[in-house]
């Protein structure tokens, strides 16, 4: 996003519930609280507000964090 226009410059796919955005060596990093997108296949799946993220079937908390670059 262009700071001052507030214009959108462009977009990219990151994982499930992304956070903090970070710039260093050139590249842009995000994280992602709730890891990647779940499969179709997987059975650990939960509704968030954000649509579907990966969880562990015992407690329930996101089973997995990654970052996107």
């Known amino acids: 996003m262009n ?3 507030k214009e959108k410059i462009w977009t990219s796919q ?3 519930a ?3 955005i970070a710039k260093a060596n ?10 990647g ?3 179709n296949n997987d059975p650990d799946v ?3 507000p954000w649509g579907t ?5 015992v407690n329930g908390a996101t089973r997995e964090g990654t ?3």
């Open 26 to 35: 050139g590249k842009i990093y995000i994280t992602n609280w709730a890891g």
């Open 67 to 69: 970052v996107s670059v």
């Open 53 to 57: 993220a990966k969880v562990d079937p």
């Open 14 to 16: 990151v994982g499930v």
């Open 37 to 39: 997108v779940p499969g």
């Open 46 to 48: 939960a509704g968030v």
């Open 3 to 5: 700071v001052a226009t």
């Open 18 to 20: 992304p956070f903090g």
